[in-house]
């Protein structure tokens, strides 16, 4: 059964720092991974999708990395900003099981101090 | 293009009452998925619609229904409220159901059952 692990749970850093966000999985039969963006009382919002065959994906100061083989994902954030304090959710849509079913991690969540 | 939308935003109610959560998109998806998020617990998907008039079970489908009343729209009842599904439902779709496109989520109703 795939399990989706995210280090750490919490991240409070000064602004301007870059950071990163680590994902693990156990199965790497996977179809693509999702990095997700949810603030408090909200939805998720979608930031990145790097699929199965491809190594990193970039939009503006995030960068998300994938290796397959051994399972695991980074997401880096570029000089942080106060507005990018949110839970970050890590996510792997998987062969086989529900069609579409994303196992999602636990999320991280961070805080960037002004 | 209001993407996903969900009805109501909040709901308090009695064990052994009834209700039917609302969810439609205007993104010309053909799947749309249910899930449920609990602290500690992240993101598990209850049910989802691959297409237009079908409907399959996710990981933890007990004590709901689902109806996918057209392409857009798509509705999670209870039938018998239980404490234990006290949670913040999200309701979600995708182009297609493979599991290689991004998922897009509404805004989430966020139910207590007393």
């Known amino acids: 059964k795939q399990e989706v692990t995210q280090i750490p749970a919490a991240l409070s850093v000064p602004e301007g720092e870059n950071l990163v966000l680590n994902c693990s999985f156990t199965d790497s039969a996977i179809y693509n991974l999702q990095w997700f963006r949810q603030d408090p009382g909200k939805g998720l919002t979608s930031l990145l999708l790097?699929?199965?065959?491809?190594r990193e994906q970039t939009s503006g100061r995030l960068n998300a990395s994938l290796d397959k083989s051994s399972g695991r994902s980074t997401l880096y954030i570029a000089a942080s900003q106060p507005g990018d304090s949110a839970t970050y959710l890590c996510?792997?849509?998987?062969?086989?099981?529900?069609?579409?079913?994303?196992?999602f991690g636990k999320g991280t969540k961070l805080s960037v101090k002004p | 293009n209001a993407g996903v939308t969900q009805t109501p935003k909040f709901q308090v109610l009695k064990t052994g009452q009834s209700m039917t959560l609302q969810c439609a998109q205007d993104m010309n998806h053909n799947s749309m998925y249910w899930y449920r998020q609990d602290p500690g617990m992240g993101l598990r998907l209850i049910y989802y619609s691959a297409s237009e008039g079908t409907t399959d079970k996710g990981e933890v489908p007990n004590g709901y229904n689902v109806s996918r009343l057209n392409k857009r729209e798509f509705s999670l009842r209870l039938e018998s409220a239980a404490p234990s599904q006290t949670s913040v439902y999200f309701c979600?779709?995708?182009?297609?159901?493979?599991?290689?496109?991004?998922?897009?989520f509404g805004p989430g109703t966020r139910l207590t059952v007393t």
């Open positions: 979600a779709s995708s182009e297609v159901a493979s599991g290689r496109d991004s998922q897009y």
């Open positions: 996510a792997v849509a998987n062969y086989g099981g529900s069609q579409g079913n994303l196992i």
């Open positions: 790097i699929q199965s065959s491809q």
